[in-house]
């Protein structure tokens, strides 16, 4: 969402004639942020993790591209998904932990830069 507030500031400054590039550029980070913090949740070198991504990544390709003209095909991802979801969690308690404190890092991190990000916005208004 950040992204496509990104975009809709800058469509709309310039509509308006106002300067809202660092905004912009700003919100446009964010939504980059967030994106590397969602996929932080599945890590690539845990094989059974970085499964469950790339099929959550082909059920939303599948369905961006075709709509429900795939539902055969979507069916099947999400019962690949369904069958990925219900083994074992692939983590050590350790693993885990250090996993969730990881991502509480970067959400601590995120929250700061949203926090920035609104002050960017407040000063065009100032």
């Known amino acids: ?16 004639d106002l300067d809202v590039g660092a905004a912009a ?20 070198d845990v094989p059974e993790l970085a499964a469950l991504a790339a ?7 599948v369905y961006l591209a075709r709509g429900t003209d795939a539902n055969e095909e979507l069916e099947a991802l ?3 998904r369904s069958e990925i979801d219900q083994g074992p969690f692939p983590l050590s308690v350790a693993a885990t932990s250090e996993l969730v404190h990881e ?9 700061s830069l949203e926090r ?8 065009i208004g100032a």
């Open 116 to 123: 920035e990000a609104v002050e960017t916005l407040r000063d």
């Open 103 to 111: 991502l509480a890092d970067r959400v601590d991190a995120l929250a």
């Open 25 to 44: 550029d700003a919100y446009a980070a964010l939504g980059a942020a967030w994106s590397d913090a969602a996929r932080a949740c599945l890590p690539d």
């Open 55 to 61: 099929t959550i990544d082909e059920i939303y390709d």
């Open 1 to 16: 969402m950040r992204t496509f507030y990104a975009e809709a500031l800058r469509e709309n400054g310039a509509t308006i």
């Open 78 to 80: 999400r019962a690949r």
